[in-house]
């Protein structure tokens, strides 16, 4: 399984990016999606993550309402489109897939996913 994420990118506070992670090397329909980001000196944070099926979808609480996750299973895409970004949502961002759940399950931890993606920066200046 690769992962290839891309569109991240410098953008203003109060602004929006859009975030996709393209997938090769599997049947994308039986992988649970996340997204994960690590800034600097931090840990690496959960995002948001979708299910095999497209639903249910959980975010974590400091992009709750901001950001939204999807997926195109014909495609074999997963989107994080990004708005009203502030400059704490700086940092490496990550997709991340697994195939061990069922398909209406999510995972919201890093342990939870086995293959990684190499990251795209985004940058939030104030």
């Known amino acids: 399984v690769q992962l290839q994420a891309s569109g991240g990118g410098l953008v203003q506070a109060g602004g929006s990016l859009r975030l996709s992670c393209a997938a090769s090397?599997?049947?994308?329909?039986?992988?649970?999606m996340g997204w994960f980001r690590q800034g600097p000196g931090k840990e690496r944070e959960f995002v948001a993550t979708i299910s095999r099926s497209g639903g249910p979808t959980y975010y974590g609480d400091s992009v709750k309402g901001r950001f939204t996750i999807s997926r195109d299973n014909a495609k074999g895409t997963v989107l994080l489109q990004m708005n009203a970004l502030k400059p704490e949502d700086t940092a490496l961002y990550y997709c991340a897939a697994d195939e061990r759940y069922s398909p209406s399950t999510v995972a919201t931890v890093v342990s939870g996913y086995e293959y990684w993606g190499q990251g795209t920066q985004v940058t939030v200046s104030s």
């Open positions: 090397g599997c049947s994308f329909s039986s992988y649970t």
